[in-house]
């Protein structure tokens, strides 16, 4: 088995023109694509098929959702870029637990033939309350590497907050997903930061006593994502903190 389980802590950090910090500890999974949907066809409570307390729901992704998602995100890349991932491909992301499925954003991890190297990430990217996904394709070829980190600059194109400008440039880091994992996503202004959310984590073998777990540890994951963002938000509000309406722009994946 590829798929894994990821657990550790969620930090962001604001640093203009309020500042402000909260972290949260949370769990995520790592899924080989090629290995869905017979993934959980061991494990009580988990599915990839039909309902459970805790399923894949493959609609809630990019692309047709009567086409396999290792499918959709291979065309997708290929019209982007040109060429098609042909290794595995791995999704960092929250299923739907309860009945209830938010993912502020989900990884693509695409790797080579060699299956060794990472060539694409994808980041797919769910606002709220608008209810909009959109992705961004981030090209290894083209990124600064150090000491084993991926490291992208490019321009901000979809409104995620509206407590933060669209004028702004992202410095996103990257770690392969490995014994450990970090993600670091920094929003910077006329090159100085004015925000970063990180996400660092240790990988977990899949099993019936580790999925147990983080049900019974994390029972309301993705209700707690939800609450935690209007929690956050309404602080911002409280403080005064620049309101940026959202632009209207139609984009998705």
Not at 181 to 201: D, S
Not at 203 to 219: N, V, W
Not at 241 to 253: A, G, Q, R
Request: with cysteine; glycine share 4%.
């Amino acid at each position: 088995m590829n798929s894994a389980l990821y657990e550790g802590n969620v930090t962001h950090i604001r640093y203009s023109p309020i500042k402000k910090r909260f972290d949260y500890s949370l769990f995520m999974l790592l899924l080989d694509l090629e290995e869905l949907p017979d993934l959980f066809e061991s494990f009580w409570f988990w599915s990839a098929r039909k309902w459970n307390i805790a399923y894949f729901r493959r609609s809630d992704h990019m692309g047709n959702p009567n086409e396999s998602l290792s499918e959709s995100v291979r065309n997708w890349v290929l019209k982007k870029t040109g060429k098609r991932p042909d290794g595995r491909i791995f999704l960092m992301t929250h299923l739907c637990y309860f009945g209830y499925r938010f993912n502020p954003v989900s990884f693509y991890y695409c790797f080579d033939s060699s299956e060794r190297n990472v060539e694409t990430i994808i980041a797919e990217i769910n606002n709220t309350p608008w209810g909009e996904q959109f992705c961004y394709l981030l090209d290894c070829s083209k990124s600064f590497e150090n000491k084993g980190i991926r490291c992208f600059s490019f321009k901000k194109e979809f409104h995620i907050s509206p407590f933060m400008d669209m004028d702004c440039d992202y410095e996103w880091e990257f770690s392969e997903p490995k014994e450990n994992l970090k993600i670091c996503m920094n929003n910077l202004k006329k090159g100085e930061k004015i925000f970063e959310a990180n996400l660092i984590m240790e990988k977990k073998p899949i099993s019936s006593k580790s999925l147990t777990r983080a049900l019974l540890k994390y029972p309301l994951i993705t209700w707690k994502i939800k609450a935690a963002i209007y929690f956050q938000a309404f602080k911002l509000w409280y403080e005064n903190c620049p309101f940026y309406p959202h632009p209207k722009n139609k984009i998705s994946c």
